[in-house]
């Protein structure tokens, strides 16, 4: 987000919402930024592999298959990856190149890599500077996939905390995630942190994160259901808070959802209000539909995916 919209959208956001957390800059500044009609809301829809993790785990579709599924089956243009399902092949030049090429021939844009928050790759907030800056190495390759495949990003993870408090998980995640944005800025692929548990969850967390390293090359992929700080002590951050936190640094939204209602609403998340403050933010990217149901819904994948398509759908045009 450029520096406009991000002044635009903490002024506009706290007037609208009263959210006093918002750091708000002067009239003059206000004035200076923002003194035109609201923008118009003009983002794009894209489906998440996850949404469809249960055929990919049983095979009835593969990774390089994805794309056409999304398209033939939901009319989605736009794909997100998952690291896992690409199988240990994200290094495979032929493999990457026949994925691009389907993608190409089906007229689907290749959006982002997920990587996984407990693969191989090793904790970018790790306590421990040697395996940050191996966790930051090893996640080249996923840049590079990223780069052969025409996306714009990848998301990563903030983990390997565990046993630090809060301002100093907050020290050496910043200091991995640098090491990684570095090299991302090197192939203009940005790096994303989704709201994934633990201190990342907590979105003051997340932003002030975002505010220490002050590069465009790295941003936020808030996601709607993952402001839960701890399952297990059943500690949860106010999402609507949280994604107001995260959106000044948004590149990306993951639009999860896991249940609805015989009237087609959204049953577990407020997806009015949230795309409400998505809208006030003048975002224009990518909402990622991320159909999570699993044990929260009896829905299939296919009814849970196009139940959220048609919910994106109404609300881009009555919030415009």
């Given at each position: 987000?450029?520096?406009?919209?991000?002044?635009?959208?903490?002024?506009?956001?706290?007037?609208?919402?009263g959210l006093a957390f918002?750091?708000?800059?002067?009239?003059?500044?206000?004035?200076?930024?923002?003194?035109?009609?609201?923008?118009?809301?003009?983002?794009?829809?894209?489906?998440?592999?996850?949404?469809?993790?249960?055929?990919?785990?049983?095979?009835?579709?593969?990774?390089?298959?994805?794309?056409?599924?999304?398209?033939?089956?939901?009319?989605?243009?736009?794909?997100?990856?998952?690291?896992?399902?690409?199988?240990?092949?994200?290094?495979?030049?032929?493999?990457?190149?026949?994925?691009?090429?389907?993608?190409?021939?089906?007229?689907?844009?290749?959006?982002?890599?997920?990587?996984?928050?407990?693969?191989?790759?090793?904790?970018?907030?790790?306590?421990?500077?040697?395996?940050?800056?191996?966790?930051?190495?090893?996640?080249?390759?996923?840049?590079?996939?990223?780069?052969?495949?025409?996306?714009?990003?990848?998301?990563?993870?903030?983990?390997?905390?565990e046993d630090a408090g809060?301002?100093?998980?907050?020290?050496?995640?910043?200091?991995?995630?640098?090491?990684?944005?570095?090299?991302?800025?090197?192939?203009?692929?940005?790096?994303?942190?989704?709201?994934?548990?633990?201190?990342?969850?907590?979105?003051?967390?997340?932003?002030?994160?975002?505010?220490?390293?002050?590069?465009?090359?790295?941003?936020?992929?808030?996601?709607?259901?993952?402001?839960?700080?701890?399952?297990?002590?059943?500690?949860?951050?106010?999402?609507?808070?949280?994604?107001?936190?995260?959106?000044?640094?948004?590149?990306?939204?993951?639009?999860?959802?896991?249940?609805?209602?015989?009237?087609?609403?959204?049953?577990?998340?407020?997806?009015?209000?949230?795309?409400?403050?998505?809208?006030?933010?003048?975002?224009?990217?990518?909402?990622?539909?991320?159909?999570?149901?699993?044990?929260?819904?009896?829905?299939?994948?296919?009814?849970?995916?196009?139940?959220?398509?048609?919910?994106?759908?109404?609300?881009?045009?009555?919030?415009?």
């Amino acid at each position: 987000m450029n520096q406009r919209r991000r002044s635009f959208f903490k002024n506009t956001l706290a007037s609208t919402l009263g959210l006093a957390f918002i750091p708000v800059l002067s009239k003059a500044e206000s004035d200076a930024t923002y003194n035109s009609k609201p923008m118009a809301f003009d983002f794009k829809i894209s489906l998440a592999e996850w949404s469809l993790r249960d055929w990919l785990n049983s095979d009835r579709i593969s990774n390089l298959e994805f794309p056409a599924t999304a398209r033939q089956d939901f009319g989605i243009e736009a794909v997100e990856y998952v690291s896992r399902f690409f199988n240990e092949k994200q290094t495979d030049s032929t493999y990457l190149k026949e994925l691009k090429q389907r993608t190409d021939d089906l007229d689907v844009k290749n959006v982002l890599i997920m990587v996984d928050m407990w693969g191989p790759e090793g904790a970018l907030a790790s306590s421990n500077a040697q395996q940050r800056k191996k966790a930051a190495q090893n996640h080249h390759q996923w840049v590079d996939a990223a780069k052969t495949l025409g996306c714009h990003a990848i998301r990563v993870n903030a983990s390997g905390y565990e046993d630090a408090g809060y301002e100093d998980a907050k020290k050496y995640f910043a200091d991995g995630l640098t090491q990684l944005v570095e090299y991302g800025k090197s192939v203009d692929i940005s790096i994303l942190v989704e709201n994934h548990g633990g201190y990342s969850s907590n979105g003051r967390w997340l932003m002030e994160v975002m505010q220490m390293i002050d590069d465009a090359h790295c941003g936020t992929l808030p996601d709607f259901g993952n402001f839960r700080i701890s399952k297990e002590e059943g500690i949860f951050y106010d999402p609507l808070v949280g994604l107001s936190e995260l959106m000044p640094f948004a590149q990306g939204v993951s639009a999860k959802a896991n249940q609805y209602s015989p009237s087609g609403e959204e049953t577990t998340i407020d997806f009015p209000k949230m795309m409400q403050i998505v809208r006030t933010a003048g975002f224009e990217g990518y909402v990622g539909i991320e159909w999570g149901g699993g044990g929260y819904s009896s829905m299939s994948p296919v009814e849970g995916i196009m139940a959220t398509k048609k919910v994106l759908m109404e609300l881009r045009k009555q919030l415009s």
